[in-house]
């Protein structure tokens, strides 16, 4: 009889105890509900999303930026039916830097509900890196204090990415390595936001949020992302895309670009001609439009530039730069890399809607 009470007591304690502790007090409740960077806050797509394979022989490279969750994406269809054998995606690939799109990890599962993003995912093999609003602020950089919750959200949606940096790598920039040995490409998808010094504001930046001045002190990639690009470019391969979220070459706009700090644009540059690798092209996005860009680097040759952006947030003002290649195009658009391997050339084209081709260069390597 004693055995039986002693016993009951035991089974009644039990199960108050579990009853505590799995039920979330109220403030734990409000937290879980009100911040936007809550540890639980993390989501891991369920997309079967298609992996590189290594030894491919690229032809068809196709890349873009901007993608905002909330909005039809009809470009979608277009990229789908471009056939491409890789996709880069160049920041902004979800918008969650004000706060009706917070948290990160909500947008992600967004993106994952338009279908023909979604079955782009699972077709073709793609490679990311951010720009500030997937980052978490716009225009944000080391300061920016949701860096590493950002950092983390991009690490559980982009699962390669996990698998292609050390995890303590202060970033995301990773580059890869693709095709058999006569031709391979190299990706290279810099981390402009992470390590980036704070900009230098105007007058006019601070009524309108742009037009920045030269920060000639300041640094984008941090010394330890400059010596690892140093070594990506010292490795062999026949063809590079460098991938930057902001614009490189040109210098006019009074936006976000490397020109907002001179001496590292121009440490890039040097980079070039330190390493003497001639097959670079270099890629970005960020700014609502597409455009080509070319200069010419003493001792080097010529440098292009593609801007691809935006998948479905176009602007509505004229954009020029005295390195543009005929005319800068402010719709939906995207970019596409054919590469003629016996020819040595690669036919880019930045195209729109219905796969219209709006401006296009060919670059030999």
Known sequence: M???ILLALLLLTACSTSHIDSTPTMSAKKTEATSPFS???SYQSQVPARGLDYGQVLERISFSSCFNQDLPAPLWKDILDSKS??????????????PHQKPLSDQYRKADQNLDYKKLRETVPILATWDDHDYGERDGGSDWGGKDNARRDFLNYWSYARNSMPLDQPGIYHSKMIGPKNKVVQVIMLDTRYNRSPLKQSENAQQSGRDYLPNQDGTILGEAQWNWLELQLKKPAKLRFVVSSIQLIADEPPFEKWSNFPKER????ELLQKTRVKNVIVLSGDRHMGSISKMELKGWGSLHEITASSINRPNSYTDQDRHYIGEAFNGVNYGLAQIDWQKKKVAIELRTSEN????QVEIFF
């Open 2 to 4: 004693k055995l039986n």
């Open 266 to 269: 121009q440490r890039f540059f």
């Open 356 to 359: 219209k081709a709006v401006n």
């Open 39 to 41: 540890p639980t806050a």
């Open 85 to 98: 054998d890789l996709f880069l995606f160049m920041g902004d690939n979800i918008y969650g830097s004000s």
